[in-house]
């Protein structure tokens, strides 16, 4: 690994990442600086908006590494000009001032939604499965756009600083006994209502554990990464699901059982990610 850092920024903090993160930041003895609207529960919290360039600089004091997951989360949560430029200038702040500040490492939370598919008022189709990185992107819902320009400046903050830094394709997050089981519940009475997600998810403690090997695992650069659980959260074989589902779309491969019908190469080459907490689905 690199160098670990001896102090992490986290916006969003009171976010269910967030919460997650500090988390693990406080089992691994990492100390934290909370950034978000709300109080947090961290050895140093600053409240105020990721979007402001002097809140921000006040958080960043004695920082190494920044996790960035303030953003609102969906299309839905604000109107389209909030979604969008809300999470636009928020990345794009903290970025600006963690390069200035000349802090080395960067991890910023993007999602499976950058692919254009979950919020599409119309069903879509990927161009190819499994999906990877280079995928070409239809994105046509503000939350989707906002973290495409979101990874387009974390490659342009990499180059205009020389910092690391790691898009974070996240899918579904949750835990057990928490969303997981419902959204498996829907998954086995409506499977199609999973297949602009591709039936994918990520447990909250592995999420935060990959958001910090992005910045200690020994890279450099920007990259954008998926990290999903290996498996989905629906009972139904994989091959069952696409063949209904996304049946006219080029499969590069076979899936076995429920295996997640994403390549997670990158995931674990760069990062060394692989998921721990997997979701026992009932068989249907």
Known sequence: MADTPRRVLVTGAAGRLGRATLALLAELGVEATALDREPTDADRAVVGD??????????????????????????????PAEVYCGNTRATFVVLEEAGRFGVPRVALASSLSVTGMPWAAKPLHPAYLPIDERLPLQNEDPY??????????????????GMAVVALRYPLLGGPGDKFDDTAARYADDPGSGAAELWTYLDDRDAARAAWLAVTAP?????????TAPDTLAPQPTEELLDRFHPDVERRRRFEGREAPIDLTAAESLLGFRARHLFAAAAR
């Open 144 to 161: 989707g756009l906002s973290k495409e320009a979101d990874e387009a400046t974390g490659a342009m903050m990499a180059r205009r600083f």
């Open 50 to 79: 990721a979007g402001d360039p002097a809140t921000v600089r006040r958080a960043l004091a004695g920082v190494e590494a920044v996790l960035h997951f303030a953003a609102i989360p969906a299309p839905t949560l604000g109107t």
């Open 219 to 227: 890279l450099t650069g920007y990259h954008a990464v998926f990290v």
